[in-house]
Nanobody, 126 residues
Framework: QVQLVESGGGLVQAGGSLTVSCAASGRTFGGYVVGWFRQAPGKEREFVAAISRSGINTYYADSVKGRFTISRDNAKNTVYLQMNSLKPEDTAVYYC???????????????????WGQGTQVTVSS
């Protein structure tokens, strides 16, 4: 069992930057593949980024590639999502997700997630 708590969301102007964090408690976080998903009002939850257990491998949705960076510090049980050049269409609730096992790489399917955080709101104004 692992508990995930996101933080760092907020309001930012278009073109700005924001970093959201996901802190884990419970089992050793290093044993999980971790991803970020987001959900905008009226839309389905979508994959944003994922990072392997060691942190060596990362994967990004095309919509955020080159602008977002996912990283992790297993000693601190924390995963980060640094978001640069933010756009109004990035506005959403951002969720941290942990996978105990993945069917393949990258883990794109929300139904494969074993643990979710409560989400943090990111709003980008134009």
């Amino acid at each position: 069992q692992v508990q995930l708590v996101e933080s760092g969301g907020g309001l930012v102007q278009a073109g700005g930057s924001l970093t959201v964090s996901c802190a884990a408690s419970g089992r050793t976080f290093g044993g999980y593949v971790v991803g970020w998903f987001r959900q905008a009002p009226g839309k389905e939850r979508e994959f944003v980024a994922a990072i392997s257990r060691s942190g060596i491998n990362t994967y990004y949705a095309d919509s955020v590639k080159g602008r977002f960076t996912i990283s992790r510090d297993n000693a601190k049980n924390t995963v980060y999502l640094q978001m640069n050049s933010l756009k109004p269409e990035d506005t959403a609730v951002y969720y941290c997700a942990a996978f105990t096992a993945v069917r393949g790489w990258p883990p794109l399917d929300p139904s494969d997630v074993n643990y979710w955080g409560q989400g943090t709101q990111v709003t980008v104004s134009s």
